[in-house]
């Protein structure tokens, strides 16, 4: 949690390993904390900070400039939608989740969700910022609540060693997820927001590290991961009828851009872990950063599609974050020594 291990560099989902209880306090609102809330940024940035120990926001624009404090305890965890953000407190004793909130995208007005004893590794925010999903791995639960904490939804409880893969579809009424039906293989399921719909896309899915799924922005198709071998995890996608399974090529965290035309993954070949982007139907492959000796995973496109966040990191160094611009064919570095980045 926060810190960075020989698999890979995880962004913010770092943050939500080895959870064990919220502690929900009596206080339902709470200031800036010695941030400096500002409009005009491109990236949110955390870093953890060793005396006092503890994580704090930062934010920067795109060239790298106007880097600033944005909350010096909280931990922006969601991307802006609809000019809001979900952040979190963690315990730094017992390194886990310790209060939810949200905000408004600029810092503003922060508040506590009420999310009463419900346990938290991960959470994600709903397009419509109304509802946002959260994940226990200790209960193996995937849940479903109003930011104001009413409306919770239990939707599975068999999501046993995949806290950290449930996603909104972009239209906001699907989530996917992975399950595990008792004495049945880890399957590839959509569900309602209500839960009153399920469906099997794809069953008999090997988790592997760096495991992500990803919606199409049409929302007709999923791209996933499935492990074939060590070392060796493959990239699919699938129709939401469960038809056409596809197999694109090797890697892990694929991402599918905002056009939908092309996808981003990260690629272990031997040691050396790159970023790829191809073609949504697997072709047109390209190594776009190509560093042998470095660790480089995370990939994020912009909101525009022209750009993808990643990270890099050495064995000796803490990581640092680039930005790689589809029109150029070039990268810049963002900011070094941080444990994670978000686009805003």
């Known amino acids: 949690m926060g810190n960075l291990n020989n698999r890979k560099v995880k962004n913010l989902l770092i943050l939500f390993t080895l959870i064990f209880i919220i502690s929900c306090g009596n206080d339902t609102v709470v200031n800036n904390n010695g941030g400096n809330p500002t409009a005009d940024f491109d990236i949110y940035l955390y870093k953890q900070k060793e005396h006092p120990l503890k994580y704090s926001t930062y934010t920067i624009k795109l060239d790298g400039t106007g880097y600033k404090l944005f909350n010096d305890s909280l931990i922006v965890s969601s991307r802006s939608k609809q000019n809001r953000i979900l952040l979190c407190k963690i315990d730094t004793n017992m390194m886990a989740i310790s209060a939810i909130y949200y905000a408004e995208t600029n810092g503003t007005n922060i508040t506590k969700i009420p999310t009463g004893n419900y346990e938290t590794d991960y959470f994600d925010l709903s397009p419509d910022a109304e509802k946002f999903l959260f994940t226990s791995g200790y209960n193996a639960t995937l849940s479903i609540m109003n930011i104001n904490g009413s409306g919770y939804v239990l939707l599975s409880d068999r999501i046993m060693n995949a806290a950290y893969i449930p996603k909104f579809s972009p239209s906001g009424d699907l989530i996917a997820y992975l399950e595990t039906p008792q004495g049945l293989t880890t399957g590839l399921y959509i569900t309602n927001i209500s839960g009153t719909y399920k469906k099997l896309l794809k069953d008999s899915i090997n988790i592997s590290e760096g495991f992500n799924l990803d ?24 129709d939401t009828s469960g038809n056409n399974l596809t197999e694109l090529t090797g890697g892990f965290e694929a991402a599918w851009s905002p056009s939908g ?19 949504s139907n697997g072709t047109d492959i390209t190594n776009i950063t ?55």
């Open 261 to 279: 035309n092309k996808i981003c993954f990260a690629r272990q070949v031997l040691n050396v872990h790159d970023i790829y982007t191809m073609n």
């Open 215 to 238: 919606w199409s922005p049409d929302c007709k198709k999923i791209v996933f991961q499935s492990k074939v071998a060590a070392f060796d995890s493959r990239i699919y996608v699938v």
């Open 290 to 344: 190509n560093t042998p000796s470095l660790y480089e995973g995370n990939p994020l496109w912009s909101s525009d599609g022209t750009k993808i966040l990643y990270s890099s990191q050495d064995l000796y160094h803490p990581s640092y974050y680039s930005v790689y611009d589809m029109n150029t064919n070039s990268s810049r570095i963002i900011a070094d020594s941080v444990n994670g980045a978000i686009w805003k």
